[in-house]
């Protein structure tokens, strides 16, 4: 199993900039994959970012170029930079890990993006 934990969730202004970090309870170089999703206000959990055990990522259309994801491995800590927020960006943040084929949540990180 794998408990993850994110923190770093703010209000900021249009613009700003914030970075989430997702604590993982375990080695993260033994999970395979490691994302971020996000749940904006009416809407269905959508995909932000990914980064797989080899160090390979990707992103979202709506936030490459802004988003940056990074690992720590000797923190077991996976990083979320998010530059140049939007409105838009309004969310609640929630870090997935893929650990043996099952799928692990936190319990999410929320973010004010104000104009």
């Known amino acids: 199993q794998v408990q993850l934990v994110e923190s770093g969730g703010a209000l900021v202004q249009a613009g700003g900039s914030l970075r989430l970090s997702c604590a993982a309870s375990?080695?993260?170089?033994?999970?395979?994959?490691m994302a971020w999703y996000r749940q904006r206000p009416g809407k269905q959990r959508e995909f932000v970012a990914i980064i797989i055990s080899g160090g390979s990522t990707n992103y979202a259309d709506s936030v490459k170029g802004r988003f940056t994801i990074s690992r720590d491995d000797a923190r077991n800590t996976v990083y979320l930079q998010m530059n140049s927020l939007k409105p838009e960006d309004t969310a609640v943040y929630y870090c997935r890990a893929i650990f043996t084929a099952e799928p692990y949540w936190g319990q999410g990180t929320q973010v004010t993006v104000s104009s």
């Open positions: 375990r080695n993260i170089r033994s999970i395979n994959s």
